[in-house]
């Protein structure tokens, strides 16, 4: 049983990522490797990094707390559920993490009381802080 106050981060994030991961290949296996509608969030390869060691390594430098991580996976769940509409909106390997970042910058301002302004989140996620202005855009947009 997950009991949220007193599950270590690491676990959560663990947890997280076996379920984001089972998603993307799902999506993988039934959208196919490209797509004709290619969004903001989709970048040019796949990341070398896992979706675990990514949201590691996004804790490390914000913070994250459980409740955030719940949000986060409410986020990703409406924009999975927008991809009835626009199949591009499927979680796969190339856009898994900008969604990521962008659902974790959307549930940290909104969840804690300090947060950061988007330089600072886009040297976390190793993108340009136009890309990420971009792709914030996007999703508060759906």
């Known amino acids: 049983m997950f ?3 007193r599950t270590p981060i690491q676990e959560t994030i663990s947890r997280m990522a076996q379920l984001i991961d089972g998603v993307t290949a799902a999506n993988q296996a039934i959208v196919g490797p490209s797509v004709d509608d290619i969004t903001p969030f989709h970048s040019r390869t796949v990341p070398a ?6 949201l590691l390594r996004v ?5 994250l707390e459980n ?19 626009r199949p591009s909106l499927a979680l796969s390997p190339y856009n898994v993490h900008r969604m990521l ?4 910058v959307v549930a940290h301002k909104f969840n804690s009381d300090v947060f950061f302004n988007n330089a600072r989140y886009s040297k976390v996620r190793l993108l340009r802080c ?12 759906m």
């Open 101 to 104: 970042i962008t659902a974790i």
């Open 130 to 141: 136009q890309v990420h202005d971009a792709v914030f855009w996007d999703l508060r947009t």
């Open 59 to 63: 804790a490390k430098f914000v913070c």
């Open 67 to 85: 409740d955030t991580l719940i949000s986060i996976l409410i986020y990703l769940d409406r924009i999975t559920q927008a991809q009835t509409h």
């Open 3 to 5: 009991d949220i106050e």
């Open 49 to 54: 990094i896992s979706v675990r060691d990514y």
